[in-house]
């Protein structure tokens, strides 16, 4: 069974600190995708990377998808309570299959 | 309007009970996927199409079945609701062109409660 790990599972920071959170698996994949979900609503997607070592950056957000495509990180820089969510990461085997990760959940306090 | 939509939002039953959920959508894409969402367990698939005639079990497929009336429905059902299968469940559409097959797009959810 492939499995996506995230961590932190829980976060809580103040407004205006920088976070990285964290998406590992001991699988390779040939894309990985970063998703936002809100309340009340179905997951949004944010980035999608596909090639190892890539860094795409979406405004105060950096995504990098490692060198052996196994794991990615999300950096959100001077966080706000906009950003607030739950952040899933979600690797894809193949071409149709999307593994999903465990999930982060980020509070940012204004 | 929302392009992938679920009905019921929300349903209470009871143990034993035949419930089924609804995906509708407007994107004009061949594939359809049901998830579930439990807390600290991410997104799990329990059945996916890639056309009106292709059916496809899931990681989690045992005690649900699906039924893809048409390109745009997709339709999920608990032949005996139970306790433990009280989650969020989740619609999602995704292009079958290969530019584009990798984005997925979400319905906003079904709240069930089996008691």
């Known amino acids: 069974t492939q499995l996506l790990e995230q961590s932190p599972q829980f976060l809580s920071i103040q407004e205006g600190e920088n976070l990285t959170v964290y998406c590992n698996s001991s699988?390779?994949?040939?894309?990985l995708q970063w998703y936002r979900q809100e309340p009340g609503e179905g997951p949004v997607l944010l980035v999608t990377?596909?090639?190892?070592?890539e860094v795409k950056k979406l405004k105060r957000l950096t995504f990098q998808f490692g060198d052996a495509r196994k794991d990615s990180s999300l950096h959100i820089t001077a966080a706000q309570p906009g950003d607030t969510g739950l952040y899933l990461c979600a690797g894809v085997p193949g071409t149709y299959k999307y593994i999903f990760g465990t999930g982060t959940r980020l509070k940012v306090l204004a | 309007d929302a392009d992938v939509t679920q009905t019921p939002r929300n349903r209470i039953t009871k143990t034993g009970k035949r419930i089924m959920l609804e995906c509708s959508q407007t994107?004009?894409?061949?594939?359809m996927y049901w998830y579930r969402q439990d807390p600290g367990l991410g997104l799990q698939l329990i059945y996916y199409?890639?056309?009106?005639?292709?059916?496809n079990k899931g990681e989690i497929s045992d005690g649900y079945s699906v039924s893809r009336q048409a390109q745009a429905k997709f339709s999920l059902s608990l032949e005996s609701a139970i306790p433990n299968q009280t989650a969020l469940y989740f619609c999602a559409t995704s292009d079958s062109n290969p530019s584009r097959y990798n984005e997925q797009f979400f319905g906003p959810g079904t709240r069930l409660t089996v008691l």
């Open positions: 199409s890639f056309d009106v005639k292709d059916i």
């Open positions: 994107k004009g894409h061949d594939r």
């Open positions: 990377v596909v090639t190892g070592g």
């Open positions: 699988s390779v994949f040939s894309s």
